[in-house]
């Protein structure tokens, strides 16, 4: 429904995938089967995630939050009583440095959830994907192979994700050493590599079923701008969402698998 109403609004129609998805799954009660499993994986890595990075980050960040005040504070008492007004806007300042980590933390915490939790949940998410599929399209289309070459590929793609993030950020990394424009460039830069692996992600399922190479599978998500741009946003702030980001990843695997049905209905559409 509400993927039609924004038919043309490429980045707006991505943003309602997961959206539509949900309601897919709660019209099909069939799809309800592949959701129990993964949302337990999910949560138990969620668990362990935020149990080891969640409280030793939060304690980090009040040390790290005190000091700066204190160099601050410091620093302020040194100059004339002229300044004194800047001790409430330094106050403000760390607390803005504060929220940004917090939120980067959840967003690595959300990322760590999907990239193990896709691994271990993929059984289910194959087999939700490719219900999906049926629905839309009517049919199946399916590559076989032994299992054998299922678990290489599926290490392969993982390796190369990460050879993909290590050859991006650390030339992102340098950037923040630019005067002026080298922060802002490697904050674009990175938020487009972290939606660029989300999408990879979510959109793998009916991929890889065709078998596509790696490039082919990161030349869609960019042939598929900018409904990808906005679907792997909304997903990337859904499973940064705390407690949220434990049972949203089967509802993200569906929109992606939505988005390539749509996909493949224009292409019959044009044939």
Known sequence: MFRNIFTGFGFINGLLYPINALQ??????????????????????????????????????????????????DYLNQLPDTFAFLLPITSILTGIIRIVLTTVLFIIIGFIIVQFG?????PWYGKLSEEIEIIKLGNLELVEMNIFQDILRALLFELKKLLLIALVAIPLFFLNFIPAFGNLISGIGGLTLTILIICLDFFDAPLERRRLK???????????????????????????????????????????????????LRQRQRG
């Open 24 to 73: 897919l799954i709660i019209k099909h009660k069939s799809l309800w089967q592949y959701l129990v499993i993964p949302i337990i994986i999910n949560i138990v890595i969620g668990v362990g995630v935020y149990l080891l990075l969640l409280q030793p980050s939060l304690l980090f960040f009040d040390i790290l939050e005190g000091d700066l005040r204190a160099i601050a504070t």
């Open 118 to 122: 896709s691994i271990l949940g993929s």
């Open 214 to 264: 790696f490039r082919h599978k990161i030349q869609f998500v960019f042939a598929r701008f900018p409904n990808s741009a906005g679907f792997g946003l909304i997903s990337l702030g859904l499973i940064s969402i705390p407690l949220l980001n434990l049972i949203v990843v089967p509802l993200c695997v569906s929109g992606g698998t939505l988005l390539f049905c749509d996909y493949r």
